[in-house]
């Protein structure tokens, strides 16, 4: 069936670093892909999606481009701020079914 | 918009209660999904709804839990009796219909305790 693997985490990082969180996923045909974040104590946001490959979704200064040689779809950002520090959710749907989503990667920015 | 609304924000309870949790989906939107995320099993589809019909609800852990959607703006979920194992956050979701890339909304979700 479909699946969604991300990176294990916690990332702690210093502001101002380069960031990656790597998604990868097993699926049939060609899904949506998204990328969700969860501030603490708050629901899900969506940040950032890409519906067919070569697709670039990007928002806030982060960015990931739909791969489907390499089936993964990676988040990153050139220069983090401590206000990005929450859980980053890797997802996909297809074809109108309900998301699938990673386990979620904690990032963690200090000053 | 006023986005998904969920109620009560968070529920604290006794082993054997009832539990409603309640979800006004976006206007306008045709699915409806409710989630549970703990910190051991993450992010977890219970249930979803397209035109007020259930779906899918493999994702229901059992009997104890139920969920309607009587109209399109109005979804309950019900666990009855509860269990400390229950203890969890519910979140709803809500999606427009085919067109929209699926993706989803989520509302900021319900924290329940059951002691």
């Known amino acids: 069936g479909n699946s969604v693997t991300q990176m294990e985490g916690p990332v702690t990082l210093s502001e101002e670093a380069f960031l990656t969180i790597n998604c990868t996923y097993t699926?049939?045909?060609?899904?949506?892909l998204f990328w969700y974040v969860q501030y603490p104590g708050e629901g899900l946001q969506l940040l950032l999606k890409a519906t067919k490959a070569d697709d670039k979704g990007s928002n806030k200064g982060f960015e990931a481009t739909y791969r489907k040689e390499t089936t993964s779809f990676h988040l990153e950002k050139g220069s983090v701020q401590v206000s990005d520090s929450a859980v980053y959710f890797c997802a996909l749907s297809q074809a109108g079914t309900a998301l699938i989503f990673g386990k979620g990667t904690t990032l963690s920015v200090s000053s | 918009d006023a986005g998904v609304i969920q109620s009560p924000r968070h529920e604290v309870t006794e082993m054997g209660q009832e539990v409603t949790l309640r979800c006004k989906p976006i206007?306008?939107?045709?699915?409806l999904f409710w989630y549970r995320q703990t910190m051991m099993r993450g992010l977890e589809l219970l249930i979803y709804?397209?035109?007020?019909?259930?779906?899918?609800d493999s994702g229901m852990p059992e009997d104890r839990f139920s969920a309607k959607m009587p109209n399109a703006s109005f979804s309950t979920l019900k666990i009855q009796p509860s269990e400390p194992r229950d203890s969890a956050v519910y979140f709803c979701a809500s999606r427009g219909a085919s067109g929209s890339s699926y993706e989803q909304y989520f509302g900021p979700g319900t924290r329940l305790t059951v002691t």
């Open positions: 699926a049939t045909g060609y899904p949506s």
């Open positions: 709804f397209n035109n007020n019909v259930p779906i899918d």
């Open positions: 206007s306008g939107h045709n699915s």
